[in-house]
């Protein structure tokens, strides 16, 4: 899946699906899409992500106590 990095626009590609969409877990690991030729896998804050539209991602995704919070 490709989100971007919200601050710089620069397309990742999420290695990680699991870490992405686990709300307890706050890093996923991703390689960066600039250039031409392919990163390395690095760990970075989900926060810092968002979709390529410029979405941002699902509370659900975030933050674990979403439901106990939005009653």
Known sequence: MFLKEARTGDLVDVVDMASLINPFSQNVTVQFQSGEDLADPVAIDK???AFPSGEELPECWLNG???????
Do not use: S, V, W
């Not at 106590?65 to 009653?71: A, D, E, L, S, V």
């Open 47 to 49: 926060q810092e992500l």
């Open 65 to 71: 106590y979403y439901r106990f919070q939005h009653k």
